[in-house]
């Protein structure tokens, strides 16, 4: 099996948030599509290992924000590069609140879906949650973000490595994950977030 | 809610297939994505009023193309616009087939996943799929084929109105349901095969 054939999936880029209690958090993923029309309703595949996951199966509702062409890399990194078990990522952020009370981007996003979720299935590296749209809204008329704008244009290009050093391993950018070894696979994905080898960087010798 | 929210959700364009006994069948589709990673699975959604819909639910397998910036009109049309149960799409077309004996597209394609369905959830309008990947294979180096380049580069534009004559109906090219009226609603959809306003075509007074 050639891994690389499933890059050829196409994908939109999102920030998924929800709000559970008290308790606000939203990451970035990749996996949403609509599933069926009467009623509407759309599956989002989620990391188990991530706050949002764990939150949104407390819930049991969601907002995606569609991410647009005006998206910048600091939003990426602010949702996507840091764990809400860490940082309070909506503090300081004067956001708007869908019915439900979830904050959603009200900027860099071209749409936004409020979700209700109808039910959800453990996949093992994943959870699919499948849910009923209760509301959705245009928010700017720029084109929607695609994953792969994201990896050609918004994402950095990785550093040049110092040639005079020897690599000794990657490290997973987006948990920290350390895979020793200085060749990582292609197809490598990280066992702890599931991110595939073009989220690790090199660690050189001392 | 605004409907063209979820205009905005990006997707690729496939070609899905299938082979339940002697019947081999494909369709376009435009939702798939990928779910997990340990083991390997997509999710995909498919019309139920689909012939192909029927007979993945009997063969259990599925292979799905994905179309790349090659892929022509007449491919959309021939997978897309016609049902099988009217006509053996794959008659005369010398296409490989994968290890469960389901064609695959050999061309305007650039990869191709064969999957075993582990689980199916009826929706409704549409029963949503998901299964383990059990090859993958890259098979051009062409850029995948986005729902958005469909729209804007391959389907043809409407012919304009014959701006002497009345619209007195709208026809589904997909199905051929008719709406009677003038002014079809921008967010309609095919209540017999669940497509779009943008697949219908006007009747003009005789």
Known sequence: ?????????????????????????????????????????????????????ELIKQSGVFALSMLDQT?????????????????????????????NGVPYMGWQTCAVLNCKVVSSQDLGSHTLFIAEVEDAKVLSDQAPLTYADYQSKVKP?????????????????ICKYVYEGSELPAEFTCPLCGHGADDFEPIYED
Chains 1, 2 share one sequence.
Request: net charge positive.
């Open 157 to 173: 290009k990785p550093e040049k490595k110092a040639e005079d050093k020897k690599i000794v391993g990657w490290r997973c950018k």
């Open 1 to 53: 099996m050639d891994k690389k054939a499933l890059y050829n999936l196409s994908y939109g880029v999102f920030m998924l948030s929800t709000k559970a209690g008290e308790i606000a958090n939203g990451c970035i993923t990749n996996t949403c599509m609509q599933v069926a029309n009467s009623p509407t309703r759309v599956a989002i595949s989620v990391i188990n290992a991530n706050y949002t996951c």
């Open 71 to 99: 998206c910048t890399f600091e939003t990426i990194k602010h949702f996507g590069f840091q764990s809400g078990r860490d940082v309070n990522k909506f503090a300081d952020m004067n956001l708007p609140k869908d019915g």
